[in-house]
């Protein structure tokens, strides 16, 4: 039976996946399940305007994987691609989800193609927004640079202002939409006992799916499956998945490839109204 619909809040809860404890949002709505996936480094909370508006054609999921948000953290060594793959297709049959249209970001989008391949009768449309895809033939796009970037990040603040006045002025932040920033900053970290901020996603995490990245054939898996797939690059985006949007929509008319203009490969914090609009026209189109 459909929930009832919190004004705009949703229900949060947890689920044991793959022996860990998964903490999700229900935000309700009417319809067939959708589940958001979103990117590393964040968390299901921060794509909620695309969560309210999907609610208008179905009932919506969001969760924050493993060492992410409000999610358990398992070793460091249980952290990689392969996991959040596994972890998605626990989810949706934790949650007893089938006949899903999904939404990912970024890893969260890799993630969806790889569990779409395998398991189309539980994810039967998708979207995937900015995948991290990298091409295992060529060396050259074996980056991990990232890396040793990420474990350098400031992991703490002194206040949620501090934070938010910190990114509102400096890039990739300061292209965001200021509602979204905020949700970030506020759910994206916790308080610690003297009143400053620490990030729930810590740089190891972060860093550690970076390093994992160039081991997972997320290309290979979106170029097998035959489900129908809406896949989305930010015009600006330096993510190299861009440069395969050709070959992915190449003799296969069930992907289709979208780019939207000024876009990053932080596009739905930049305009997540554009990407709202995209995702119900994907996913309220005929035979969704």
């Not at 934070?163 to 990739?172: D, Q, R, S, T």
């Not at 990030?199 to 979106?222: H, N, W």
């Amino acid at each position: 039976m459909t929930k009832p619909l919190p004004v705009n809040e949703p229900i949060s809860d947890y689920v044991r996946v793959n022996g860990l404890r998964l903490y999700y949002l229900d935000w309700g709505g009417d319809g067939p399940p959708i589940v958001m996936v979103h990117a590393t480094g964040f968390l299901g909370r921060v794509y909620r305007p695309i969560a309210l508006a999907l609610r208008s054609i179905g009932h919506v999921y969001s969760y924050d994987q493993r060492g992410h948000g409000d999610s358990e953290r398992p070793d460091i060594a249980e952290i990689s691609w392969y996991r959040t793959a596994e972890d998605l297709e626990g989810f949706l049959l934790a949650m007893g989800l089938g006949g899903v249209r999904a939404f990912g970001h970024s890893a969260g989008g890799t993630a969806i193609g790889a569990v779409a391949d395998k398991r189309p009768d539980l994810i039967t449309r998708a979207m995937i927004v900015e995948p991290v895809i990298i091409d295992q033939a060529d060396p050259r796009q074996r980056p991990n640079e990232l890396y040793d970037r990420t474990l350098k990040r400031k992991p703490a603040f002194d206040s949620l202002d501090a934070m938010y006045a910190n990114f509102a002025g400096k890039p990739p932040y300061m292209t965001w939409d200021r509602d979204v920033l905020r949700d970030y900053c506020e759910y994206g970290t916790r308080a610690d006992g003297d009143g400053r901020r620490l990030l729930k996603c810590s740089p190891e995490v972060e860093a550690r799916l970076y390093q994992t990245a160039r081991d997972f054939d997320g290309l290979g898996r979106i170029l097998a499956s035959t489900v129908p797939m809406l896949v989305v690059f930010g015009e600006k985006s330096e993510s190299p998945g861009i440069e395969f949007g050709e070959r992915i929509a190449r003799d296969a008319p069930q992907r289709r490839v979208a780019v939207v203009p000024g876009g990053g490969h932080l596009v739905p914090m930049e305009q997540p109204a554009v990407i709202a609009r995209m995702a119900l026209e994907f996913f309220g189109a005929r035979g969704a």
